[in-house]
């Protein structure tokens, strides 16, 4: 098992460390000439043609992948996208049909939760594509099309480079459904074929950057009993999957957030000490998101909070009020989740590390849950 690690610690270090590939081979021999093009999908347009709405099925990370997708599907092809957890998509009677294409997500493709649905879709006369990480797996084969993440298989309980791969399909997918749809014009196809290309080596930069500091602070914080997340935007799900790794590795309570819900509810829980990672929008796409989400960085300041941020490099409004910050390159407004959830795997298994754990096999879980 030690050479299968490849000389790392653990499987999800050597898989972390892989994420940079995940997206570049998940991307290869998809981009021609500035435009996306999806060999698996020749000849399917239909697919994508008459359909009014798009219902993305998922369970775990891989739905936080699918909330991310939300984004770039419904700006790019302009295709309403609902993200529902499979396992209560199915029980609820919901309103779908040959006008509904539904996208599953699952790194294992085995699923048990997602693959009741995947049928439960068909039986309804809805179209049926499966982003999967198995080759031949049982939920692309129920399905109508298969777009593969090509991260490699994954063996850490935790995935990692799988979620960063999905992200890159569905943005994939999105560029290929908005070019057929003609909801989005070649030079912005291209714009954002440039942006994806660019990821993995930020990513890289990420990693070799930031991970020793990321890994110095998880050990600082090794008693920690709570860690809350907020995002906004695409920053959202990332929130989410940071609180969810933290959950599966350290057994440390976390919560995400969408950091406008803070006032809602949320900010009663911070109290002095309180750490939270807070996702900050680069004020380059958006100067209000951006100072929307450094004024509730003041307001857990204020309280007391220990602010870890997440940021683009260069970003001085969020210095004068985190305690940490971590650095993200710049990058397109839809691409900074693909960097920022990176410090977030770091975190997550740093912790875990921290506190003695085995960061591949966390208790009570398993990594493809075959079983309804
Ligand atoms: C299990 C794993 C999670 C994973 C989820 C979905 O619960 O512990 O890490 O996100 O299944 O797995 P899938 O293979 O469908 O992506």
């Known amino acids: 098992a030690a050479a299968e690690k490849g000389g790392w610690s653990s499987f999800m270090a050597k898989e972390v460390s892989e994420e940079p590939e995940a997206v570049a081979n998940t991307i290869r021999g998809r981009i021609h000439e500035g435009t996306v093009v999806i060999p698996e999908l020749d000849g399917l347009d239909d697919l994508f043609s008459g359909i009014s709405r798009i219902v993305v099925i998922a369970c ?47 790194q294992s493709g085995e699923t048990m939760d997602t693959l ?30 298969v777009v593969y993440t090509h991260a490699g298989p994954e063996v850490a309980v935790a995935s990692t480079k799988a979620f960063v791969a999905q992200i890159t399909a569905l943005y994939l997918l999105a560029l290929h459904v908005g070019r057929i749809r003609d909801t989005i014009a070649a030079v912005d196809i291209a714009e954002h074929v440039r942006e994806l290309e660019a990821i993995p080596a930020k990513i890289q930069r990420v990693l070799t950057l930031e991970q020793a500091h990321i890994e110095q602070l998880a050990h600082w914080m090794a008693d920690t009993r709570s860690v809350l997340f907020l995002g906004r935007n695409v920053g959202y799900p990332i929130a989410l999957e940071g609180a969810l790794k933290l959950k599966e590795i350290s057994y ?31 004020p ?14 003041q307001e857990i300041q204020a309280r007391g909070a220990r602010v870890i941020v997440i940021a683009e490099e260069g970003d001085a409004a969020v210095l004068p009020f985190a305690d940490e910050v971590l650095h993200i390159p710049l990058a397109g407004a839809m691409f900074e989740p693909l960097l920022a959830v990176v410090p977030l ?28």
């Open 345 to 372: 795997h770091i975190f997550a298994m740093g912790l875990a590390t921290a506190r003695g754990l085995d960061v591949d096999q966390p208790r009570n879980l398993a990594k493809s849950v075959t079983v309804e």
């Open 60 to 106: 775990g990370t891989a739905a936080y992948a699918g909330q991310v997708g939300k984004y770039a599907l419904e700006k790019w092809a302009r295709v309403p996208v609902d993200v529902e957890l499979a396992h209560e998509f199915r029980y609820r009677d919901p309103v779908i049909g040959p006008g509904t294409l539904v996208v599953s997500i699952s």
């Open 116 to 145: 009741m649905a995947v049928k439960f879709a068909r039986e309804q006369g809805a179209k049926t594509l499966s982003i999967c990480n198995t080759q031949g797996a049982t939920i692309p084969r129920e399905s109508d099309a």
């Open 284 to 297: 380059r796409h958006s100067a209000l998101l951006h100072s929307k989400v450094v004024s509730n960085i």
């Open 252 to 282: 440390i309570h976390a919560e995400g957030f969408a950091a406008g819900e803070l006032k809602h509810g949320p900010i009663a829980l911070v109290e002095p000490g309180q750490p939270v990672f807070v996702l900050v929008p680069s």
